[in-house]
């Protein structure tokens, strides 16, 4: 239980938002169980991407969360393909703040100076499959 209230306590920093620290806040003061589950481990990127609740902590899906995976794959690209031009193509679908969270990755990449190329619309797996290949 250590290392869970540690990753919580980091997540009343600063850097993440009022709103953000207060349901921190409110997870250690009043309920132990939910605490855990959101703090227990970082949420993993998998074969279609991160999956995942959304919510405040590390094992959800949140713009922390994502913005994190996200440096830390842009770090990896800069290092593999160093001095090569970099490009990666984003698309979302219809899943609750699935355009704002592509946005905000988008926004981490272009940071990194790596070219994003963003759909504009809801599109299916397979668009951007194609995407990806041409």
């Not at 540690?6 to 620290?21: I, Q, T």
């Not at 169980?33 to 949420?43: N, P, Q, V, W």
């Not at 405040?56 to 994190?68: C, D, E, P, S």
């Not at 592509?102 to 499959?129: K, M, W």
Request: one cysteine or more; aromatic letters at 10%; glycine letters at 8%.
């Amino acid at each position: 239980m250590d290392q869970i209230l540690d990753n919580a306590n980091s997540w009343l920093s600063d850097f993440f938002d009022p709103e953000v620290r207060n349901e921190v806040k409110q997870l250690i003061a009043n309920d132990q169980e939910e605490l855990k589950d959101r703090f227990y481990r970082d949420l993993e990127f998998g074969t279609g991407g991160m999956r995942g609740v959304m919510g405040v902590g590390t094992n959800r899906i949140n713009k922390y969360t994502l913005g994190k995976s996200t440096q830390g794959l842009s770090n990896y690209l800069k290092k593999v393909y160093k001095g090569e031009s970099l490009k990666v193509v984003i698309a979302y679908d219809c899943r609750h703040n699935s355009d704002t969270l592509a946005r905000l990755v988008a926004e981490v990449f272009s940071a990194n100076g790596i070219q994003v190329y963003l759909f504009s619309a809801l599109r299916t797996t397979p668009e951007l499959s194609f995407a990806v290949r041409t």
